[in-house]
């Protein structure tokens, strides 16, 4: 019994040098176990959400594709669609949106400018060029002496249309006014046009009643009209006023954001709309 006890002893003495001897290289493994459960939030956060103001229509058919894309890289897209211009930067600088995508550059800092916002540039996505649409007339000359025209009531799309207007020979605007345009810029109207300004949204429905409006591309797809076929006349492939993706500045930097781009600007969204769009709308990266 005595060796029998001095042996279980001496066998504890030995276990517990031999652990103390090793306890840091067994203790390696439980800490890369334990680092390895500790990037699991990680893995989760790349299942991330984020909620998207859209122009409904067309632009959120788009955004379907999208959807899909970023989908595959582990980022869910909320859509959230809208059919006016100042509801979706109203709820992305309130909190309501991660980020949206309807608006160009210059009607961006008029906003920021006139609301106080804080919202910037995220990516380009697709340039619409917007023409100038009738029910009455098939050709841009055949407008009248006093007829009365169309074009969207706020400031940067009313002034984009009224450089479409100076650019189809219609009126002439002061020199300089460029993006910031109004109707009270007009230095030669020829025809003695009249310009009613009509929410952009609108001119669509009200389209019989004047003869002829400027039509945002968008509202005008939803409309039914096909701009490179019903439009009497329209801005060039190229024209500046790019669409692009927006969000607050203080969360331009987040990584997440890359992922919202990556998975807009892809081939598959490329595709996409030159399948459906054809000329209506170019990408724009």
């Not at 582990?74 to 309130?94: H, R, S």
């Amino acid at each position: 019994m005595k060796k029998s006890y001095l042996s279980l002893f001496m066998g504890l003495v030995m276990a517990l040098v031999v652990t103390g001897c090793g306890g840091g290289q067994q203790a390696a493994p439980q800490t890369n176990t334990g680092a390895s459960e500790g990037n699991a939030p990680a893995a989760e956060q790349q299942n991330e959400t984020l909620k998207i103001g859209v122009m409904s229509g067309s632009e959120e058919e788009i955004w379907k594709v999208a959807k899909e894309v970023a989908a595959k890289d582990g980022l869910t897209l909320d859509l959230v669609p809208f059919n006016d211009y100042i509801l979706p930067n109203k709820a992305l600088e309130k909190g309501d949106l991660d980020a949206n995508a309807f608006q160009h550059v210059p009607y961006l800092e008029e906003f920021n400018a006139n609301h106080g916002t804080h919202i910037v540039k995220l990516a380009n996505t697709l340039n619409f060029p917007i023409g100038i649409y009738s029910e009455k007339i098939k050709d841009i000359s055949e407008l009248k002496e006093g007829d009365i025209v169309g074009l969207p009531n706020d400031p940067t799309n009313g002034a984009r249309a009224l450089i479409l207007f100076e650019s189809a020979g219609l009126i002439k605007l002061k020199e300089g006014k460029g993006v910031k345009a109004t109707v009270l810029d007009i230095a030669e109207n020829p025809k003695n046009l009249q310009f009613k300004e009509l929410d952009a949204a609108f001119i669509p429905k009200t389209l019989g009643n004047l003869a002829a409006a400027v039509i945002n591309t968008n509202f005008a797809i939803e409309a039914g009209l096909v701009p490179t076929k019903d439009a009497i006349y329209m801005e060039p492939k190229d024209s500046p006023w790019v669409n692009i993706i927006a969000v607050r500045e203080a969360d331009k930097d987040k990584p997440v954001f890359q992922k919202l781009v990556k998975a807009y600007q892809s081939d598959e969204v490329k595709k996409f709309v030159e399948e459906k769009y054809g000329d209506s709308m170019v990408a724009a990266w």
